[in-house]
Every structure is written in structure tokens, then in C-alpha cells.
């Protein structure tokens, strides 16, 4: 791996762990040696490829749409990583399939990875699109004695929001067996495609979350919280948790329907009265900690600073990302980060290009490294404050706190009995 690419992944994963509060990558243990394709859902843009590129536990490279590889900046960051342009008709680019899949071999015959998103374009719905066949038109025409495919799911809590969090959930690896030496550099047999295909989808339902619905995934979202609202839980648990209530939904649907809707009435409404009273669930019960109002005393005017000086370039970003997304959730996150990543750095050497020009280069250096410090411990130090207040407003509204957490402890029990109900309800015949 060259040099350019290992300082750019450093650079990206401090600019990933500064937006997303928590990132999370869970069975990596699952990833083989070897030659391996990443087959990964695609929810969120660019940011989707970032968490590969960052966190994978081996470098990866990406299919991407040829026109990227002709964007002045694009085009030098997707050839540091090794890129392969993928030629698609409505691009109208001079390319083939051909050539992408030959690429693709060439990386994995030297025992490289390579990653797809075989739904073949970013999404908001609510479930999995129909897969492309391009992985496993690329896997089965590799020719080689091992090749797996790993199945990963990137599940956002927030996806279009910044310091929200974000899990990467690695799938078992699919090994594909070598259809001969006649196969490389054209068509596998449309059965074998086909066969691995199904594979590759079954392995992405294993880790992404998908309903009916979005509003069927709010629901189940909401419920989750509120079954887990006392708790400290790993995102690898939050998203264990939202499989089953996924399952507790579908098993309702099917056999209780009149049980479900009761169910979805009562967290409606108990979701409506929190937001009334302006309480969140998890501060229902407060805790206070110690190191937290100590942080916020000591630092308060120091994170007054920062955000001072700071916040006028967080909304400017904010406003950019909403007019280049142009409503598109799936994009905002690339927006927002591409725009700070413009935008901070921009505003940072222009601020000590003014206080070189009154002060010095001393001071200008100093306002150099003071701004991005600065910002940051405005940014941990309004988290907490927004949490204290959190807490002291449920605390404060202790009567209302007491009767939601009877109503939320209640909404528990219901969800647990549902719980039992699937342990002992026959599964109905195919």
C-alpha cells in the first residue's frame, strides 16, 4: 500500500470519527486471507465506501462509476485507492465490462479485495434492491482455487445526521469454487451466476435491517429505545436487538395483527407525549456524572470560544450540504462532510492569514492550531451540556417522569410477551 493512500485513510478515519459520534465494525474475525469481495448495501453515498476504505481490516478497492475517475480531485483520490471504472450505459463513457472485470481479477489474483455494491446505486428504501450480477459474474470468472465473498451491512442510526453513529456488520464469507480455466475474461454459465447471486442476497439479509416499510423501521426503531432506554448497549447489540423486533413484527403480522396495531398505538403515543414535554426516553431515568459537570464548568468558556469562531462555518455547511443534496438523505452526509472538509481547513488559514497580517507569524500559527481544538471542545462539551439539560428537564418534570416510565416499563412487558408468544406459536407450514 503506498504512502498517498495510508495518509489519506488516516486523514479520512480521524475526519470519520469527528462526524460520527461512535463507529462501530463488528466480526471482522469473519474477513479470510486471501483473495475476497466485499458485497456491502449502499444507504448513504460516499460515505458508504469510506468505512471500508477506513476501517476494513485490509485495504480494499472499490467499483466506481467511470465519470469519477474524469473529476479534477475525484479522479486522483479514486486512482490512489485502485479504483476500477465501471462503464455504465447512461454515463456514456468509452469503456466495457470487460475491462472492469479484468481489472477486478487482476486485483484479486494477487490476492487483494475488492468491494461492490451490487444493488448498484444508493437508497433511502426500505429494503435491499434486486442485486446486479456483477459480483458474482467477477467472483466465478476469477479462476481461482480460493476466492470468498464477504457480505457486509453498514446500519446507521442517523444516517444523514452529523455525530450520529454508525456499524459496519461483517457476514459469514461464501467460498466460490473455480469453474475452470475456459471461464476467465468471459461469461460464467447463467445458472452459476444466478445460484451465487441468491447467495450473496441471502448473506446481505443477514446483516442489514429491512421492513415492509419505512415507517415499519421507525416503529421498530422506536420500540427498541424504549426496550432499551435504561440500558448502555454496543451498536452491535442495538442492531441484534432491532433484528428480532423486526422478527416480533413479521411473527404480529401474521398471527396477532390486532395485537400489533395496539402494540404501534401505545409507542405512538408514548413517542408523541415525549416529544410534548420535550424529554427524551433515555432521560427518563437521569444520571448525573460527576466527570461530566466537571468538564462543563472547567471548559464552558473555553467551548464559548470555540463556538463562536466555529459556528458560523458549521451552518454555512449545513446550508450547502441542503442545497447540493437537494432533498436526497442519502446524500447529505456526503455533503456535509465534503463541504466541512472544504469549508473548516478554508476557514482556519484564512483566519490566521489575518492574524499574520496584525500579529505575526507566531499568532498565526497558533490561531492555526487553536481553531480545530477549539472547535472540538466546543463540540464534547455542548454534547454533554445538551445531555445535562436532558437529564434536568426529566428530573424537573419528575411526576411526568415517573408516569412515562410506568407507561414505557408497561409498553416492555407487552414486547417480552410477544417474545414468549414466538418461543411457543408453531412456526406455520410452507
Known sequence: MSRARRAIAAFLRFCMRVFYRRIEMVRMDRVPDGPVIFAVNHPNGLVDPLFLICFAPRP????????????????????????????????????????TFAAARAILK???????????????????????????????????????????????TAKQTFRSSALVVFGDPIAVHSTGPAMEMAEPPFELVEELTAKIDAGLDAVTLQADSQA?????????????????????????????????????RRNDPARLAKLQSEITRFVAELHRLGVDVFDLTPRFHAMTLFRLIVLLPIAVIGAIVNYPTYR??????????????????????????????????????????????????????????????????????????????????????????AKRHAIREEMLEVARMMTTTPAPLP
Open 110 to 156: 494477487r490476492g487483494g479485495a475488492i468491494a461492490i455494491f451490487p444493488e448498484g446505486t444508493t437508497h433511502s428504501d426500505p429494503q435491499l434492491r434486486e442485486l446486479k450480477t456483477g459480483a458474482a459474474r467477477i467472483a466465478l470468472g476469477a479462476t481461482l482455487p480460493t476466492l470468498s465473498v464477504v457480505p457486509a451491512g453498514i446500519y446507521y
Open 216 to 252: 415499519a423501521l421507525e416503529l421498530i426503531g422506536q420500540a427498541e429505545d424504549i426496550f432499551t432506554a435504561t440500558e448502555d448497549q454496543t451498536l452491535g447489540r442495538e442492531f441484534d436487538l432491532r433484528r428480532q423486533f423486526i422478527d416480533g413484527y413479521q411473527f404480529l
Open 60 to 99: 480494499v478497492s472499490f467499483l466506481a462509476k467511470a465519470p469519477l475517475f474524469g473529476y479534477p480531485f475525484i479522479g486522483w483520490f479514486v486512482r490512489t485507492f485502485e479504483s476500477i471504472p465501471v462503464y455504465r450505459k447512461q454515463d456514456k463513457t468509452t469503456g466495457t465490462n470487460a475491462e
Open 316 to 405: 454555512f455547511v449545513g446550508f450547502l450540504a441542503k442545497r447540493f443534496a437537494k432533498g436526497e438523505n442519502e446524500m447529505m452526509a456526503t455533503m456535509k462532510l465534503l463541504g466541512a472538509l472544504a469549508s473548516f481547513p478554508l476557514t482556519f488559514i484564512v483566519a490566521a492569514a489575518l492574524i499574520d497580517w496584525k500579529y505575526g507569524l507566531i499568532a498565526a500559527f497558533a490561531t492555526l492550531v487553536a481553531f480545530p481544538v477549539l472547535g472540538w471542545i466546543a463540540l464534547r462539551v455542548f454534547e454533554d451540556l445538551d445531555k445535562l439539560i436532558g437529564d434536568a428537564r426529566a428530573l424537573f418534570r419528575r411526576r411526568d417522569s415517573q408516569r412515562l416510565n
